[in-house]
């Protein structure tokens, strides 16, 4: 599979990596195996993950489990849980939070090194200079490799670097956003100062909560056990409108010999800045539907006749 490198300092990851946040919720350790396994024979090397995913830190103990002999295969991408809305902020806390994380992050992933660590969400009271300050102490101490954030606005990805720069520390290497055909508020402002500061851009939720893989039908319930059936956040994407959306993307993949799901992938692929697009799966044979997404490589006539939401 194709590798990218995240921004120009960053590791080099998969196009597709495989998002392990069903690991510990959706599937036990021996599903989570499977699907590791999955990965890796098709060429997956990035696996991200977070320290909230699975509760209780299990999806990064699920994840540890699965590589085992292969970790050295894989690009690990972890992320900082966030402070709770009781638990108030008082300085140095949530220094000490990402530094003691990550060490917790380390024995649960069985490894020496996390290559990815991420700032899951934007603290809006801690100084800026307290988390980048703990994670470029991470990053001299050689626990970790990289850093990145997520979740941020423009104006925040601007500062973050900016201070960066500044203080000569560690600098984030890339930014993981919401963005699917569906999703795409972030092309307004944030992925233009994802690209203006160098950052590689993760895209997560690429098949939005899979609507875009073509399960869902408009008029029918959702099926049980799905992301939609199962929660009302997720399950607002699901508009006439979108559904409407849906049936043409999936009419223009069909005339071009492709699922709407393959044509999800693709079309984050062959965006700007684009490193690795984070697809989940809860079984093997998912795993290999999102791989060939990167295997359609969409032209310039292709994009320019995507049909456009209204």
């Given at each position: 599979?194709?590798?990218?490198?995240?921004?120009?300092?960053?590791?080099?990851?998969?196009?597709?990596?495989?998002?392990?946040?069903?690991?510990?919720?959706?599937?036990?350790?021996a599903g989570s195996a499977a699907v590791v396994a999955a990965a890796l024979d098709a060429g997956i090397t990035h696996f991200d993950t977070a320290q909230s995913y699975g509760g209780g830190g299990r999806s990064e103990e699920f994840l540890g489990a699965a590589l085992a002999s292969r970790r050295d295969e894989a690009v690990i991408a972890t992320k900082v849980a966030r402070r709770g809305p009781d638990d108030p902020y008082t300085p140095g806390v949530l220094r000490q939070r990402i530094v003691e994380g990550a060490e917790a992050s380390l024995r649960r992933l069985r490894t020496d090194r996390i290559d990815?660590?991420?700032?899951?969400?934007?603290?809006?009271?801690?100084?800026i200079d307290e988390v980048l300050g703990a994670f470029d102490e991470l990053v001299s101490a050689g626990k970790v490799l990289h850093i990145a954030t997520s979740n941020v606005s423009a104006a925040q990805i601007e500062a973050r670097m900016t201070l960066s720069a500044e203080r000569g520390w560690a600098a984030f290497t890339g930014a993981q956003i919401e963005w699917s055909l569906i999703k795409r508020e972030v092309?307004?402002?944030?992925?233009?100062?994802?690209?203006?500061?160098?950052?590689?851009?993760?895209?997560?939720?690429?098949?939005a909560s899979g609507l875009l893989t073509g399960k869902y039908r408009a008029g029918e319930p959702f099926p049980e056990g799905t992301r939609l059936a199962s929660s009302d956040y997720f399950a607002a994407i699901a508009t006439p409108e979108n559904f409407a959306y849906v049936d043409a993307l999936s009419a223009f993949a069909a005339e071009r010999g492709h699922s709407v799901l393959e044509l999800a992938v693709a079309w984050l692929v062959a965006q700007d800045g684009v490193t690795s697009v984070i697809?989940?799966?809860?079984?093997?044979?998912?795993?290999?539907?999102?791989?060939?997404?990167?295997?359609?490589?969409?032209?310039?006539?292709?994009?320019?006749?995507?049909?456009?939401?209204?």
């Open positions: 599979m194709e590798t990218r490198k995240l921004g120009s300092t960053g590791p080099d990851l998969s196009v597709v990596g495989l998002g392990c946040n069903n690991f510990g919720m959706r599937i036990d350790a990815l660590y991420y700032e899951h969400f934007p603290d809006s009271e801690a100084p092309e307004a402002e944030i992925v233009p100062a994802a690209l203006k500061a160098g950052l590689g851009i993760v895209p997560y939720f690429p098949l697809t989940g799966a809860t079984k093997p044979e998912q795993v290999a539907a999102n791989v060939a997404g990167a295997d359609w490589k969409l032209s310039a006539d292709d994009l320019a006749a995507l049909p456009q939401l209204t």
